[in-house]
């Protein structure tokens, strides 16, 4: 038995996790920062930075007592290193080095997206090789995942994520922040034909997204009409939703015919979008590909992700130096 600590501070969310040989989830403390960002309609760095050094301490010993774990338990603690707001992963990365050293635990750093990859394995047995679809905020990656966790991008956003042009659309529809969670029940509320909007992306060779011209064609949508009434707003979340969510399903089930998996997985915030989940589900059986997408809690950003695949590669010999510093931007490891 192996006990992994995991920490992530990479944007507004202070998260820490105690997970058991990978997969048991022992603890997984997030405290969320959405109300303080809220008023300003998206996350404001240094508040972020500020809210992350108030909590860190606090939010590691509710993981470690809600695991019922002391420090000299631990095997070892995983930490998100990159990518992210630079100021908030800074924070993680120093309480994670002053543990390591107090306590002489390995330090293994670890790329978010690697955490988001790995989150659906912690509730499903996957055949490998198999394709991961991430959607946040911040990131949308499609990746194929060989059996030794080595991750190969396929394809990425070439401008914005897809998290980030539901929160925008939110915004034009006067729905607040965050925006993924009001256009999905905003959508389910429409009785109205949904606006049809372009799906972006969908005829171009290659399995990049792009979401700057499906916010743009909303933008244009509504100033043509003088803003969106309560009537006709709901068909415009929807319309937009149906846009963005086919967008990411088709490159992503096209990418399975043409690779050959068996498995597709699709996680991050954006996965929480019950529009997303029944079309992947629906894809996926029409091809005869098993599909699979984490509990809303592992799809968010969360420190039981991050122990998790450092236990992984903990296991593999990764090792940090006490050196480790934080990077905003950083390509995908294959290892």
Same mark, same amino acid.
């Given at each position: 038995m192996a006990l992994v600590l995991g920490i992530d501070t990479s944007c507004d969310d202070t998260s820490a996790a105690v997970v058991e040989d990978g997969r048991n989830i022992l603890s997984n403390v997030v405290s969320s920062q959405t109300s303080t960002h809220a008023q300003f309609g998206g996350v404001v760095p240094e508040l972020a930075s500020r809210k992350h050094a108030e909590n860190i301490t606090r939010v590691i010993d509710a993981a470690l007592k809600t695991a019922g774990a002391e420090l000299n338990d631990l095997d070892a603690v995983a930490v998100t290193n990159r990518p992210g707001l630079i100021g908030a992963l800074l924070v993680g990365v120093e309480a994670a080095k002053a543990l390591a050293l107090a306590c002489s635990l390995p330090l293994i750093d670890i790329h978010h997206i690697e955490g988001h990859i790995y989150a659906p394995s912690m509730t499903a047995d996957l055949p490998f090789p198999h394709l991961c679809l991430t959607v946040s905020g911040g990131h949308t990656l499609l990746a194929l995942v060989e059996a030794d966790w080595t991750m190969t991008e396929l394809g990425s956003t070439l401008d914005d994520a897809a998290g980030e042009a539901f929160d925008k659309a939110a915004k034009m529809l006067g729905l607040g922040f965050p925006g993924g969670p009001a256009i999905d029940r905003l959508a389910q509320e429409n009785l109205e034909t949904p606006v049809p909007?372009?799906?972006?992306?969908?005829?171009?060779? %290659?399995?990049?997204? #792009?979401? $700057? @011209?499906?916010?743009? &064609?909303v933008r244009y949508y509504l100033e043509k009409r003088g803003g969106a009434d309560s009537a006709s707003a709901s068909a415009v979340a929807a319309g937009f939703q149906e846009a963005a969510v086919e967008a990411l399903i088709h490159k992503t089930f096209r990418a399975a015919k043409e690779t050959g998996v068996q498995a597709a997985t699709v996680t991050g915030g954006v996965a929480c979008n019950s529009l997303l989940r029944r079309r992947a589900a629906e894809r996926g059986k029409e091809l005869g590909i098993?599909? +699979?997408?984490?509990?809303? &809690?592992?799809?968010?950003?969360? @420190? &039981?992700?991050? &122990? %998790?695949? @450092?236990?992984?590669?903990?296991?593999? %010999?990764?090792? +940090? $130096?006490?050196?480790? #510093? +934080?990077?905003?931007?950083g390509e995908l490891p294959n290892r």
């Open positions: 909007f372009p799906v972006p992306m969908r005829n171009k060779p %290659g399995y990049d997204f #792009s979401y $700057s @011209g499906l916010k743009t &064609a098993l599909t +699979a997408y984490p509990p809303p &809690a592992l799809c968010v950003d969360n @420190g &039981a992700m991050i &122990a %998790g695949v @450092g236990y992984v590669r903990w296991k593999q %010999g990764r090792k +940090a $130096s006490l050196n480790l #510093s +934080a990077a905003p931007n």
